[in-house]
């Protein structure tokens, strides 16, 4: 019987720890077990008391150039000294594996495991902390350009509304709210230019699922699958945020906030300008990311990608908008 054409697999546990242990010298008795299945896949492999994670990336999703751009972003801000999930390379000094699925070759790479925990509340401390990181970051980042996708409002605001329309109706009045907003984010993107605003490349998805936390002052950031170039005031908005959606408690929310843009610019200014810019970068990203979503449908989000999940989630968004004087 001739296989059956598929469009995702999950690879065998078993055999990729098999894989795994032979292509990077690991031990007989390492394990392997799966983290996480989305839009890419994750495994913890363990070697004795060492870990580790592999990700494979989903078919078609990055190019072999984005993947080896990834790589060079993590190790240059590892040999900075900067708290990231890096690289490993195999014992032939390769990072990246290619390896034969069902629907196709997919890109595999082994990373340095991130000690501590994801923790959805910060504390003020670990706020500051996590701003000074960011700001260490930028210092970096913000003079390197990225072989991959430029965030621009064609990328995080009119392509991802064509994904959308995959599966909402342009009548809907969540998805002419999105329609509106192309405006609002091309006056962001006319007026960080005009300004010229710091520019660099950008992690693009800076939120506490992204990173483990070991104590106050150490963590580790991982997960740069969607950096690109961009306006480093992004990564700041994002995080924001997240923060500003997870506390429903203004009062202390307004606390986190300062506490991570003081540690933010004690090691980079941010500008007045910048900071006037922020709700309206956060309003780009959301949508960039209700994007993403309507992407991967098929293998990711199909599990509560509705209409009901539209309102919701457009809902959040004009929240945040409201709360900084933006009312549409």
Same mark, same amino acid.
């Given at each position: 019987?001739i296989?059956f054409?598929?469009?995702?697999?999950t690879?065998?546990s078993?055999h990729?720890?098999r894989?795994?242990a032979?292509?990077?010298? @690991?031990?007989?008795?390492?394990t392997?077990?799966i983290?996480?299945?989305?839009?890419?896949?994750?495994?913890?492999i363990?070697?004795?008391?060492? #870990?580790y994670i592999?990700?494979?990336?989903?078919f078609?999703w990055?190019?072999?150039e984005?993947v080896?751009e990834?790589?060079?972003?993590l190790?240059v801000?590892?040999n900075r000294?900067l708290?990231?999930?890096?690289?490993i390379p195999d014992?032939?000094?390769?990072?990246?594996?290619?390896?034969s699925?069902?629907?196709?070759?997919r890109f595999?790479v082994?990373?340095s495991f991130a000690p501590g925990? #994801?923790e959805r509340y910060f504390s003020?401390?670990?706020?500051r902390?996590l701003g000074?990181?960011l700001?260490?970051?930028?210092e970096?980042m913000g003079?390197?350009?990225?072989?991959?996708?430029t965030y621009t409002s064609?990328?995080l605001?009119?392509?991802p509304y064509?994904?959308?329309t995959?599966f909402?109706?342009p009548e809907l009045a969540e998805?002419?709210w999105?329609?509106?907003s192309?405006?609002?984010v091309e006056?962001?993107?006319?007026?960080a230019?005009?300004?010229?605003l710091?520019?660099?490349?950008v992690?693009l998805d800076m939120?506490?699922?992204n990173?483990?936390?070991?104590n106050?002052?150490?963590h580790?950031?991982?997960?740069f699958?969607?950096c690109?170039?961009?306006y480093?005031?992004?990564d700041?908005?994002?995080?924001?945020?997240?923060?500003?959606h997870?506390?429903p408690?203004?009062?202390?929310y307004? #606390?986190?906030? #300062?506490?991570?843009?003081?540690?933010?610019?004690?090691?980079?200014?941010?500008?007045?300008?910048?900071l006037?810019? @922020?709700?309206?970068?956060?309003?780009?990203?959301?949508?960039f990311?209700?994007?993403?979503?309507?992407?991967?449908?098929?293998?990711?989000?199909?599990?509560f @990608?509705?209409?009901?999940?539209?309102i919701?989630?457009i809902?959040?968004?004009k929240?945040?908008?409201?709360?900084?004087?933006?009312?549409?």
């Amino acid at each position: 019987m001739i296989p059956f054409p598929v469009t995702d697999s999950t690879l065998s546990s078993l055999h990729l720890g098999r894989f795994v242990a032979e292509h990077y010298n @690991l031990g007989s008795e390492t394990t392997c077990q799966i983290v996480r299945t989305g839009i890419n896949h994750s495994y913890l492999i363990t070697d004795q008391d060492k #870990k580790y994670i592999f990700r494979v990336y989903s078919f078609n999703w990055r190019s072999r150039e984005e993947v080896s751009e990834e790589i060079r972003l993590l190790n240059v801000l590892k040999n900075r000294g900067l708290s990231v999930s890096f690289p490993i390379p195999d014992s032939n000094h390769q990072f990246i594996q290619e390896l034969s699925a069902p629907e196709g070759a997919r890109f595999g790479v082994l990373f340095s495991f991130a000690p501590g925990k #994801k923790e959805r509340y910060f504390s003020l401390e670990t706020c500051r902390s996590l701003g000074v990181t960011l700001g260490k970051f930028h210092e970096v980042m913000g003079t390197m350009e990225l072989q991959r996708i430029t965030y621009t409002s064609e990328t995080l605001i009119r392509q991802p509304y064509q994904f959308a329309t995959r599966f909402f109706s342009p009548e809907l009045a969540e998805m002419q709210w999105i329609k509106k907003s192309e405006q609002s984010v091309e006056e962001l993107f006319a007026t960080a230019s005009r300004l010229s605003l710091r520019h660099g490349a950008v992690h693009l998805d800076m939120w506490y699922d992204n990173m483990h936390i070991l104590n106050e002052e150490t963590h580790t950031i991982f997960d740069f699958d969607f950096c690109g170039n961009g306006y480093l005031l992004f990564d700041v908005a994002y995080f924001i945020m997240q923060l500003y959606h997870i506390e429903p408690n203004k009062e202390l929310y307004q #606390k986190r906030r #300062k506490a991570f843009l003081s540690g933010y610019t004690a090691i980079l200014p941010i500008s007045a300008q910048e900071l006037e810019l @922020l709700p309206e970068a956060g309003r780009a990203l959301w949508i960039f990311y209700l994007g993403v979503q309507s992407q991967r449908f098929d293998n990711w989000s199909n599990v509560f @990608l509705s209409e009901n999940y539209l309102i919701r989630f457009i809902g959040m968004c004009k929240d945040w908008l409201s709360f900084h004087g933006i009312e549409e």
